[in-house]
């Protein structure tokens, strides 16, 4: 029976939500109008109202998860996005994989910070909040559904899949509810996909709150007092935005086969360009606070950081990037409500900022090189060509479309090699910005002439040259661009290790926030150069085989064939395909898949054998994802056993083929990252004709070239799963099968019944026979087989060496530890001034 309260509870709210919002906005401007007699009442009426907005958006996410929670696939998004085979942790997956659940998530944590602000800033909490009460009107109106005419506000996830869709089924029966919903991509299956969405959306929400203080300081005439409690904010939304990223290139890395873990996807770089535009701003708001110069830099970089949020927004969401990238959003209508949300709030900033602009303070004195000021605007510059750059590009199908509204034609495209392109341009501004970053250091902290700079830089030069020499020799790195790279990379992290050891020594650890942040920069930057220049692809075909004609020469070049058990030499490695696994609930280990049976209900399975202690067979044992299979593969070197790795794939006919994910063995120095290209599909078989073999016991002969042993042969009483009769007679033989150094045994039954034969024959999906026990003559002492045959198992895969890949997260994690610490600095500043009243 359909469920149409909790759709219903779930549309309510968003409208709830959406009136409350600006309600919340009016009656925060009557806050900051209102005479002091009637502040109090008005600041009790906003924040009721803002807690109703809250309250109303938390049950919209509610409702949306109790729908896929309990599998209500008579609406449309739970049908789309999720299915009874999903474990709960991937549920939570499926509430974010559409945009309108993207969007919930969103307004959640604008609703998380908006109350975190009026708990810790009362001063700002009327300009501030009008701001953030707008836009969640703005966001909110993405999920309302309403149709007004030919007008519609926003798309509901709370639709039902009757009203979505035009399917035959809906008019001989509406109340129909389809058994299971489409499922989760594959791709999305995976823990990273938990924590990462969350957290690029908070990093996302967080960008709100230095451009809230921005407007509510120009507002309100304080035009550069916003900077201090804004500042702690744009911090936090720069380390979480970050970490937001890192996450997404870390679930590249381990989910998706391309090799690496960045690949300048425009959605990926709709993301990257904000953040360095926030990581300019904090540095320009910091100078402000230190020297009284950048106030004005600080307002442009605040307000274009959470302008770039929208359109990247608009990017990705509007369906104008479909065929330029491969994660961007089908276009659900929204493109004009989202254009007119990013031009509102473009509109406003520009107006308070032109209005405010001759009111700015800013100072007349000339920066001189040997300056702070001077160092931190060049590196404000940088980090601003480096999302220039990036963001044009990006641009070009949007552009296109724009044109083409109007009526024109545009035949620009997008760069055809990303990957090159972009990081031919990125790679230099990193050089670049990390020398900034290492000489910067040193005028931050001290006051320096030319003769005092050279003392500085010195001994960190020398160092630096001496390492980066040891680096170059030990590494052979040979390429004249990577060893500047090593260069400038080493330069950075001794010369802020310099720094940061005389921070620790003089004062507080936490003065060391920039200084940890620019170490990291520096082992990103190294890590970045060898993990993708001096990639190793140890798979290489001797076959002479090509697998796949719809692949380039190199792809066919870089695959290995893997026959099931037996042995191949890849580079320093002996390796052996050992089957299909899965993943068992409850089991840590992965299972061998040819000892369980589908049930044919969702994720259940049937032991057909006993597993160690884990299951008896019989048994019936609840599967994670069946779909998913994990080829395991095992690596020798000088006949020992190092390591076995188990990549996954699955064959998605919605996806369009073959869906892989990778597994790697990680070393201190490198990963060994390998996945599978391509599989055996033995779910139809084409048998082959029949063969015949008329053996005795004791005898050794050969079926589809593997030796064959016949062991005799035994009068059976019962039978597995068959009942034996009175009179029945039924005899089982006993097959062994050598393949490699793995022994087989197959045991086809023939069955007499009233004079009729019955055969149980054995299928081994490995070795791809199948055998059946086809007649006795016992006159001869002979037994006839009858053995057909079909592809035996394999894989095709592809194994990478990435040298010093860890070198790049540890740098990205420390580079997180670094803002953490400027985040607690910059709060404790802050709060030290608002409890001597001055905030």
Same mark, same amino acid.
């Given at each position: 029976m359909i469920n149409t309260f909790i759709g219903n509870l779930g549309h309510v709210m968003?409208?709830?939500?959406?009136?409350?919002?600006?309600?919340?906005?009016? /009656?925060?401007?009557?806050?900051?109008?209102?005479?002091?007699?009637?502040k109090s009442?008005?600041?009790?009426?906003?924040?009721?109202? @803002?807690?109703?907005?809250?309250?109303s958006s938390v049950m919209i996410a509610f409702s949306l998860f109790e729908i896929i929670y309990n599998h209500r696939f008579e609406y449309f998004y739970a049908y789309s996005h999720s299915s009874k085979a999903l474990p709960v942790h991937y549920m939570i997956s499926s509430f974010w994989e559409g945009q309108e659940g993207a969007f919930i998530l969103w307004i959640f944590w604008n609703v998380v910070l908006g109350i975190s602000l009026i708990h810790t800033n009362k001063a700002w909490e009327a300009p501030v909040m009008i701001v953030f009460a707008l836009v969640q009107a703005f966001l909110v109106s993405m999920i309302m559904g309403v149709v007004i005419g030919d007008l519609k506000i926003g798309s509901s996830p709370f639709i039902l899949l009757r009203d979505a869709t035009q399917a035959p089924i809906f008019q001989m029966n509406p109340d129909f509810i389809p058994e299971?919903? &489409?499922?989760?991509? %594959?791709?999305?299956?995976?823990?990273?996909?938990?924590?990462? %969405?969350? &957290?690029?959306?908070?990093?996302?929400?967080?960008?709100?709150?230095? @451009?809230?203080?921005?407007?509510?300081?120009?507002?309100?005439?304080?035009?550069?007092?916003?900077v201090r409690p804004a500042l702690p904010w /744009?911090?936090?939304? &720069?380390?979480?935005?970050?970490?937001?990223?890192?996450?997404?290139?870390?679930?590249?890395?381990?989910?998706?086969?391309?090799?690496?873990?960045?690949?300048?996807?425009?959605?990926?770089n709709a993301v990257y360009v904000p953040w360095l535009i926030l990581v300019a701003s904090v540095h320009t708001m910091i100078t402000y606070k230190k020297s009284s110069t950048a106030l004005k830099t600080s307002i442009v970089l605040v307000i274009l950081s959470f302008i770039l949020v929208l359109y990247a927004t608009f990017l990705v969401r509007s369906g104008v990037l479909g065929d330029a990238s491969v994660h961007s959003f089908t276009d659900l209508g929204l493109s004009g409500q989202l254009l007119i949300y990013m031009l509102f709030f473009l509109v406003v900033a520009l107006f308070f900022a032109i209005r405010s602009w001759k009111h700015i303070p800013s100072s007349e004195r000339e920066a001189s090189v040997y300056s702070r000021e001077f160092w931190i605007f060049i590196g404000a510059t940088t980090l601003g060509l480096m999302g220039f750059q990036v963001i044009l590009p990006t641009s070009i199908p949007a552009w296109n479309a724009l044109v083409e509204s109007f009526g024109g034609i545009s035949n620009m495209a997008p760069p055809?090699?990303?990957?090159?392109?972009? &990081?031919?341009?990125?790679?230099?501004?990193?050089? /670049?910005?990390?020398?900034?970053?290492?000489?910067?250091? @040193?005028?931050?902290?001290?006051?320096?002439?030319?003769?005092?700079?050279?003392?500085?830089?010195?001994?960190?030069?020398?160092?630096?040259?001496?390492?980066?020499?040891?680096?170059?020799?030990?590494?052979?790195?040979?390429?004249?661009?990577?060893m500047i790279i090593v260069l400038a990379g080493t330069f950075t992290i001794v010369a802020n290790a310099v720094i940061l050891s005389k921070l620790v020594k003089k004062s507080t650890f936490k003065l060391a926030g920039g200084s940890l942040a620019h170490i990291g920069l520096g082992m990103v930057l190294i890590g970045i150069m060898f993990s993708s220049g001096y990639s190793d692809t140890i798979s290489i075909n001797m076959s002479g085989l090509t697998y796949s004609n719809s692949w380039e020469d190199e792809?066919?070049?870089?695959?290995?064939?893997?026959?099931?058990?037996? %042995?191949?030499?890849?580079?320093?490695?002996?390796?052996?395909?050992?089957?299909?696994?899965?993943?068992?609930?409850?089991?840590?280990?992965?299972?061998?898949?040819?000892?369980?049976?589908?049930?044919?209900?969702?994720?259940?399975?049937?032991?057909?054998?006993?597993?160690?202690?884990? @299951?008896?067979?019989?048994?019936k044992v609840n599967l994670v994802l069946e779909e998913n299979d994990y080829f395991k593969i095992d690596y020798f070197q000088n006949e020992v056993l190092k390591f076995s790795l188990s990549p996954m794939s699955q064959f998605n006919e919605g996806m369009g083929g073959l869906i892989s994910s990778p597994d790697s063995k990680i070393y201190l120095d490198r990963d060994l990252y390998t996945y599978v290209a391509a599989m055996n599909d033995y779910e139809d078989p084409e048998w082959k004709e029949d063969e015949f073999y008329e053996v005795a016991p004791g005898d050794q002969f050969h079926v589809a070239d593997f030796v064959t042993y016949f062991d005799g042969a035994e009068v059976l009483t019962e039978i597995d799963d068959y009942v034996l009769q009175e009179g029945d007679v039924a005899v089982k033989a006993k097959l062994r099968i050598l393949d490699y150094d793995v022994e087989k045994t197959l045991e086809p039954t023939f069955i007499i019944r009233n004079n009729q034969v019955g055969k149980l024959p054995v299928v081994d999906n490995e070795l791809g026979i199948k055998v059946t026990l086809d007649n006795i003559l016992p006159e001869q002492n002979q037994f006839v087989f009858k053995v057909n045959q079909y592809q035996k198992d394999y894989v095709v895969m592809k194994a990478i060496v990435k040298p010093y890949i860890n070198v790049l997260w540890i740098g990205s994690i420390l580079m997180l530890i670094g803002f953490t610490v400027a985040i607690y600095r910059r709060f404790d500043e802050f709060k030290k001034m608002r409890d001597k009243g001055l905030e």
């Open positions: 968003s409208i709830v939500a959406f009136v409350s919002a600006l309600v919340s906005a009016y /009656a925060y401007y009557q806050y900051y109008k209102a005479n002091e007699l009637e009442s008005w600041r009790r009426f906003s924040r009721v109202s @803002f807690y109703v907005h809250a309250v299971d919903g &489409t499922g989760l991509n %594959p791709l999305l299956q995976n823990i990273w996909m938990v924590i990462h %969405p969350p &957290t690029l959306f908070l990093g996302y929400a967080s960008t709100l709150v230095p @451009f809230a203080f921005l407007i509510g300081g120009l507002a309100t005439q304080r035009y550069s007092e916003w /744009a911090i936090f939304s &720069t380390m979480i935005l970050g970490m937001g990223i890192l996450m997404g290139a870390y679930w590249a890395y381990v989910t998706l086969n391309f090799g690496g873990y960045w690949n300048w996807d425009p959605v990926e055809a090699d990303q990957v090159e392109f972009y &990081t031919k341009f990125q790679l230099w501004f990193g050089v /670049a910005l990390s020398l900034l970053t290492a000489v910067g250091q @040193f005028f931050w902290w001290q006051k320096m002439d030319k003769k005092a700079l050279k003392e500085a830089l010195l001994t960190p030069y020398i160092i630096s040259v001496l390492l980066s020499a040891a680096i170059i020799v030990l590494a052979k790195v040979y390429d004249w661009r990577y792809l066919n070049k870089e695959h290995v064939l893997l026959w099931i058990n037996k %042995p191949t030499q890849m580079k320093d490695y002996t390796v052996i395909y050992r089957g299909r696994q899965k993943k068992v609930v409850g089991i840590k280990e992965l299972v061998p898949a040819k000892i369980l049976e589908s049930t044919g209900q969702v994720n259940e399975a049937i032991a057909l054998e006993d597993y160690k202690d884990y @299951f008896k067979k019989g048994d």
